[in-house]
């Protein structure tokens, strides 16, 4: 088990050569500026839910050592940054879950001219833990090994002192070791058009969004029953596509020195496709049964939303965003409408001293009858207060205590999770 967590770690050795590629890169005729920082977190953790079920049956203390590195590179027209961590986790009680998880980025800004600007950024994650998408989703996806990568651009330019556009383009793969739960592959592209509007409206720009994205879920499994004097082997193959196109319009608006407002607001046209194969295979004598197919369509309609409005004193902070959309979900072989509200703030108590506190309400609703996916009508809830003190700008401790609830509809059960956290974080910058 050790030499194939080793392995894994072995297999993004090639980001390394990424690192010199990137961290080479003209930037302009100034010298380079570099930051090479270090940072180590070590972890315990008490939860009374490892896996989130119903029943909450396995609890455990966990300790979580976390050592990371970045590389930045600031030039006079270029910003690169390559950043890697390791999460290693040991169970106390329940050791054959002890595993590493791995996080890796890539990024880079280029500005050739006044008026031209590009990006690029590319991901890989090798994760395992059950509740690893849980306070991002609002789903529990299980402790299933994934191996996702990403990679994306844009580029954008500006027309005139008051309008600027561009295009986005973003590329994403998940692939899990179990065969029951689907992969994933989708792509996006987004065209996007700003106008100042202080003609009309001060400290505010316009902007106009028209989105493309399209998903691809696969998943082949299998399992063998006895039928008489049988051994029947069911196979199914089920594959699903969804293509999505938005048309959103929003503003973005300092409405103060310290509040901010932006909002986006427009529809939606999806259409699903899926494409289920069985097939029964018997021995002895060993014959097949002609395969069953079933292929659904449904096209659905629906709205786009989102809003920030964000608020920075000099000791407190606070923030509150929601949003709608259709969203894919992980390891599950298709999309729903997720509809999101968050509120947070911390607040700054002395100059070592701070405190934070956060709610989160996820729901998570499959169209009705669509043609794509299992039915999903998950409803989750998290709450998150803490405190850090900040011994230097070096090291620092932090407690939280997060309380999860989620409400499965669809199924008609329920799950709750209390966490404790105590975090001690290391930074350091060796080119300062």
Same mark, same amino acid.
């Given at each position: 088990? /050790?030499?194939?967590?080793?392995?894994?770690?072995?297999?993004?050795?090639?980001?390394?050569?990424?690192?010199?590629?990137?961290?080479?890169?003209?930037?302009?005729?100034?010298?380079?500026?570099?930051?090479?920082?270090?940072?180590?977190?070590?972890?315990?953790?008490?939860?009374?839910?490892?896996?989130?079920?119903?029943?909450?049956?396995?609890?455990?203390?966990?300790?979580?050592?976390?050592?990371?590195?970045?590389?930045?590179?600031?030039?006079?027209?270029?910003?690169?940054? /390559?950043?890697?961590?390791?999460?290693?986790?040991? *169970?106390?009680?329940?050791?054959?879950?002890?595993?590493?998880?791995?996080?890796?980025?890539?990024?880079?800004?280029?500005?050739?001219?006044?008026?031209?600007?590009?990006?690029?950024?590319?991901?890989?994650?090798?994760?395992?833990?059950?509740?690893?998408?849980?306070?991002?989703?609002?789903?529990?996806?299980?402790?299933?090994?994934?191996?996702?990568?990403?990679?994306?651009?844009?580029?954008?330019?500006?027309?005139? &002192?008051?309008?600027?556009?561009?295009?986005?383009?973003?590329?994403?793969?998940?692939?899990?070791?179990?065969?029951?739960?689907?992969?994933?592959?989708?792509?996006?592209?987004?065209?996007?058009?700003?106008?100042?509007?202080?003609?009309?409206?001060?400290?505010?720009?316009?902007?106009?969004?028209?989105?493309?994205?399209? *998903?691809?879920?696969?998943?082949?499994?299998?399992?063998?029953?006895?039928?008489?004097?049988?051994?029947?082997?069911?196979?199914?193959?089920?594959?699903?596509? /969804?293509?999505?196109?938005?048309?959103?319009?929003?503003?973005?608006?300092?409405?103060?020195?310290?509040?901010?407002?932006?909002?986006?607001?427009?529809?939606?046209?999806?259409?699903?496709?899926?494409?289920?194969? =069985? =097939?029964?295979?018997?021995?002895?004598?060993?014959?097949?049964?002609?395969?069953?197919?079933?292929?659904?369509?449904?096209?659905?309609?629906?709205?786009?939303?989102?809003?920030?409005?964000?608020?920075?004193?000099?000791?407190?902070?606070?923030?509150?965003?929601?949003?709608?959309?259709? =969203?894919?979900?992980?390891?599950?072989?298709?999309?729903?409408?997720?509809?999101?509200?968050?509120?947070?703030?911390?607040?700054?108590?002395?100059?070592?001293?701070?405190?934070?506190?956060?709610?989160?309400?996820?729901?998570?609703?499959? &169209?009705?009858?669509?043609?794509?996916?299992?039915?999903?009508?998950?409803?989750?809830?998290?709450?998150?207060?803490?405190?850090?003190?900040?011994?230097?700008?070096?090291?620092?401790?932090?407690?939280?205590?997060?309380?999860?609830?989620?409400?499965?509809?669809?199924?008609?059960?329920?799950?709750?999770?209390?966490?404790?956290?105590?975090?001690?974080?290391?930074?350091?910058?060796?080119?300062?």
């Amino acid at each position: 088990m /050790v030499r194939g967590k080793v392995a894994r770690l072995r297999k993004m050795g090639p980001i390394l050569w990424w690192v010199w590629f990137l961290a080479t890169v003209p930037g302009g005729a100034a010298a380079a500026d570099y930051r090479l920082s270090t940072n180590i977190v070590t972890r315990y953790e008490y939860t009374d839910n490892i896996f989130f079920n119903e029943d909450g049956a396995l609890d455990d203390h966990i300790t979580t050592v976390s050592p990371g590195v970045a590389l930045v590179r600031h030039a006079e027209r270029s910003t690169v940054r /390559v950043d890697g961590r390791a999460d290693f986790s040991h *169970y106390r009680e329940n050791d054959e879950l002890d595993d590493i998880d791995q996080w890796y980025n890539a990024s880079i800004d280029y500005r050739p001219s006044e008026r031209w600007q590009f990006a690029a950024h590319g991901g890989l994650i090798d994760d395992n833990r059950a509740d690893r998408d849980v306070e991002i989703t609002g789903l529990v996806l299980g402790s299933v090994r994934r191996r996702r990568s990403n990679i994306g651009g844009m580029a954008s330019y500006i027309f005139t &002192e008051k309008t600027s556009g561009g295009l986005f383009v973003d590329f994403n793969r998940e692939n899990y070791d179990d065969p029951d739960t689907s992969d994933r592959m989708d792509y996006s592209v987004v065209l996007f058009l700003s106008q100042m509007l202080d003609n009309w409206l001060a400290r505010t720009t316009g902007r106009l969004n028209l989105r493309y994205s399209h *998903y691809k879920f696969e998943r082949y499994y299998g399992n063998i029953a006895t039928q008489d004097i049988f051994e029947v082997t069911t196979t199914l193959d089920d594959r699903s596509d /969804v293509d999505s196109l938005s048309l959103t319009a929003g503003t973005e608006s300092v409405l103060t020195e310290k509040i901010n407002l932006n909002w986006d607001l427009g529809a939606r046209y999806s259409r699903s496709c899926r494409d289920l194969v =069985q =097939q029964r295979t018997y021995t002895p004598p060993w014959f097949s049964e002609p395969p069953l197919r079933n292929e659904t369509e449904s096209d659905r309609y629906g709205f786009v939303g989102s809003l920030a409005l964000n608020y920075r004193g000099e000791r407190f902070t606070a923030g509150l965003s929601a949003s709608h959309d259709l =969203q894919p979900l992980s390891g599950r072989g298709g999309t729903a409408n997720r509809t999101r509200i968050s509120l947070s703030g911390s607040r700054r108590f002395s100059e070592k001293l701070s405190g934070s506190a956060s709610v989160q309400w996820y729901w998570n609703l499959s &169209e009705e009858d669509a043609a794509t996916g299992d039915e999903t009508d998950t409803q989750t809830w998290n709450a998150r207060v803490g405190l850090r003190w900040a011994f230097n700008r070096h090291l620092a401790l932090s407690g939280d205590y997060l309380y999860t609830r989620s409400e499965d509809h669809s199924d008609g059960t329920e799950a709750y999770r209390n966490r404790f956290l105590l975090r001690l974080t290391g930074t350091y910058d060796w080119l300062e």
